[in-house]
């Protein structure tokens, strides 16, 4: 498999409706970056309030993992989110 699949497509060659693909592919690749870092947060606020607001060690545990599992989250939704847009450069420039 390729390393980009659509670096074999030149820009001159697409009609509109390969265009308008592309928007959608970008525009579904932003949700998904924005899906990433609410559950990041998501996360993240769930682990604080377990930390600052409960007394049991059961959910402080749960919380001190929450906050590292929020962080490994939005890197990873980053990360991909920058991986898709550099695979779709070659379309939209």
């Not at 409706?17 to 606020?45: M, P, S």
């Not at 959910?59 to 929020?70: H, I, K, M, R």
Request: aromatic share 12%; charged share 25%.
């Amino acid at each position: 498999m390729e390393a980009n699949p659509y670096q074999k497509f030149k820009k001159e060659d697409l009609i509109l409706r390969d265009l308008l693909a592309a928007d959608r592919t970008i525009l579904a690749n932003e949700r998904t970056y924005l899906a990433y870092i609410r559950t990041a947060l998501t996360l993240f606020v769930s682990g604080a309030t377990f930390i600052r607001f409960f007394d049991s060690l059961i959910l402080e545990v749960l919380g001190w993992t929450f906050v590292p599992a929020a962080i490994v989250v939005f890197i990873v939704g980053t990360r991909r989110f920058r991986e898709m847009k550099q695979t779709l450069r070659p379309i939209k420039d």
